[in-house]
């Protein structure tokens, strides 16, 4: 796998900007992907060193569209935590 297809996007929210301050970032991941692909393709990409990575499946809401019931996708997340002192400048605004 490419390590521009691991990465999908980064979550912004208001808990992971609190998360952020802790050195710890969160990003959506290809479905397929693990904690190993997952830090290789920060450090690549940002050069970081990130120094841990926790995975976590994120399951479909349920919906609703007028008269049908669904669900929304499910997808991958990962919360992957920086070495003290490091960030992501394109995080940052810089």
Same mark, same amino acid.
């Given at each position: 796998m490419q390590y521009e297809s691991?990465?999908?996007?980064?979550?912004?929210?208001?808990? $992971?900007n609190l998360l952020?301050?802790?050195g710890k970032y969160v990003f959506r991941v290809d479905h397929r992907s693990n904690k190993t692909q997952v830090m290789e393709a920060v450090r690549r990409l940002f050069n970081v060193h990130p120094?841990?990575? $926790?995975?976590i499946n994120?399951?479909?809401?349920?919906?609703r569209l007028r008269y049908r019931s669904g669900y929304t996708s499910s997808w991958k997340k990962a919360v992957v935590s920086l070495a003290k002192g490091e960030t992501i400048k394109v995080f940052e605004g810089v």
């Open positions: 691991i990465l999908i996007e980064p979550v912004l929210s208001e808990k $992971t952020r301050e802790e120094v841990s990575c $926790t995975i994120v399951k479909g809401k349920p919906k």
